[in-house]
């Protein structure tokens, strides 16, 4: 037994401080949104260029989230998640001096992988701390991670406008690397006993050959799809339906997605209750159905699209982690489960580049109105991989 599991306790410190590690590296995916007029209109890049300071993240984890997967297996949880904030730390420093587009894109590609590190080991660290009858809620509490982080970043905005972006690139670059020290002297007595690893090749045949993590991976994409179909254009939606201005549009927008947290911790709450997952999947994407239609269409009163989009939201918070609760019971081995992750966080990107570009396409056609359409479709796909889900094992396979 580990020495993190031996009391009968949680020790919630510990996991809280894991969760933290994911807010400031989602600090990261947040900055980007927030500073992206100030930074084309320094480097003078077209909205082109520019928009791939969002997307930089999700393509690195569209291709590389089970190799990273398996190397946090292969030479550690703690080191990966470390390491990663490490990594976002420094490329946030080198990117505060960048002169045009290109270095300041190479950063970002490296703070994805590094991004995606800490994302795919510290859930490990906190299935090796969290008692059996706390992981629900322990795994609910890491969920919020993102929605917290790219919050507190938006409501971070005066700090922008004193010290400019490159000013807001070194301050987190600070953040990162001050909590990456403080992560590896917090989590040093962590210890994950796992079996003995084979070859990568061969981890990775295991969580491929896997249906468990094919669905939930599929499950994440349609996730992303749907909610960034409506989020990644968030303040733009609500400029036009609300006829307010950028600012507080930008309020508005991290008031919504804060609330999904709210959503990460009701789902730890229902699973801990015995609440199956397929249950609380089919009701949260279908409700996201049924909010996308208020949302996009037409007919409904600004505030009451508002307040769907707040619904929306919440409802949205349930998925993520009764998805990654998952991953520790569909990993094909115990010591596979950051490689699962890992394939998890490979389908969300791919929904997360696949669903703004749709919309993006979608809207210039036939209006916003469209994209409610699109979220139903995908709802539709989401609920026949829940079907199938349910009659899927949903324990690891002990190793021999």
């Known amino acids: 037994?580990?020495?993190?599991?031996?009391?009968?306790?949680?020790?919630?410190?510990?996991?809280?401080?894991?969760?933290?590690?994911?807010?400031?590296?989602?600090?990261?995916?947040?900055?980007?949104?927030?500073?992206?007029?100030?930074?084309?209109?320094?480097?003078?890049?077209?909205?082109?260029?520019?928009?791939?300071?969002?997307?930089?993240?999700?393509?690195?984890?569209?291709?590389?989230?089970?190799?990273?997967?398996?190397?946090?297996?292969?030479?550690?949880?703690?080191?990966?998640?470390?390491?990663?904030?490490?990594?976002?730390?420094?490329?946030?420093?080198?990117?505060?001096?960048?002169?045009?587009?290109?270095?300041?894109?190479?950063?970002?590609?490296?703070?994805?992988?590094?991004?995606?590190?800490?994302?795919?080991?510290?859930?490990?660290?906190?299935?090796?701390?969290?008692?059996?009858?706390?992981?629900?809620?322990?795994?609910?509490?890491?969920?919020?991670?993102?929605?917290?982080?790219?919050?507190?970043?938006?409501?971070?905005?005066?700090?922008?406008?004193?010290?400019?972006?490159?000013?807001?690139?070194?301050?987190?670059?600070?953040?990162?690397?001050?909590?990456?020290?403080?992560?590896?002297?917090?989590?040093?007595?962590?210890?994950?006993?796992?079996?003995?690893?084979?070859?990568?090749?061969?981890?990775?045949?295991?969580?491929?050959?896997?249906?468990?993590?094919?669905?939930?991976?599929?499950?994440?994409?349609?996730?992303a799809a749907a909610f960034f179909a409506v989020f990644g254009f968030l303040p733009t939606i609500l400029s036009d339906r609300l006829a307010v201005g950028s600012a507080t549009a930008g309020v508005l927008a991290a008031i919504a997605v804060a609330v999904n947290a709210l959503g990460n911790i009701a789902c730890g709450l229902l699973l801990t209750r015995g609440i199956r997952r397929p249950t609380i999947l089919v009701a949260a994407f279908g409700t996201m159905a049924l909010c996308g239609f208020g949302i996009l269409g037409s007919g409904p009163a600004a505030v009451v699209s508002y307040a769907l989009c707040v619904v929306f939201s919440a409802v949205g918070g349930l998925i993520p982690v009764a998805l990654m609760d998952g991953a520790a019971r569909h990993a094909p081995r115990p010591e596979l489960v950051a490689a699962t992750m890992g394939f998890l966080m490979q389908g969300n990107n791919v929904g997360l580049v696949l669903g703004p570009a749709a919309t993006g396409m979608l809207v210039a056609a036939w209006g916003w109105s469209s994209v409610s359409f699109l979220i139903a479709a995908i709802v539709a796909v989401a609920g026949l991989l829940v079907f199938v889900l349910r009659s899927h094992p949903a324990e690891v396979v002990p190793s021999p």
């Not at 009968?8 to 989602?26: C, E, K, Q, Y």
């Open 1 to 223: 037994m580990d020495a993190s599991r031996s009391s009968d306790a949680t020790r919630w410190p510990l996991i809280l401080l894991i969760v933290g590690a994911g807010v400031v590296s989602a600090f990261q995916v947040g900055k980007a949104p927030t500073a992206l007029a100030a930074v084309q209109s320094d480097l003078g890049l077209d909205l082109a260029t520019a928009s791939w300071l969002l997307s930089a993240f999700a393509i690195v984890g569209a291709v590389a989230g089970i190799g990273i997967g398996v190397a946090a297996d292969h030479i550690g949880a703690r080191r990966m998640a470390v390491g990663g904030l490490l990594l976002q730390g420094v490329c946030g420093l080198v990117g505060s001096f960048a002169a045009g587009a290109p270095l300041l894109l190479a950063t970002r590609v490296i703070e994805g992988i590094g991004f995606l590190a800490v994302s795919v080991a510290a859930p490990t660290l906190i299935v090796a701390v969290a008692r059996e009858r706390d992981l629900g809620r322990a795994i609910a509490v890491w969920g919020t991670y993102m929605p917290v982080g790219i919050a507190l970043v938006m409501l971070g905005a005066p700090l922008l406008a004193a010290a400019g972006w490159r000013g807001f690139w070194l301050m987190n670059a600070a953040v990162l690397t001050g909590y990456a020290a403080l992560l590896a002297v917090g989590t040093r007595t962590i210890a994950i006993n796992n079996a003995p690893h084979g070859s990568i090749a061969r981890d990775v045949r295991l969580v491929l050959g896997s249906g468990g993590p094919w669905l939930l991976a599929g499950l994440f994409a349609a996730f």
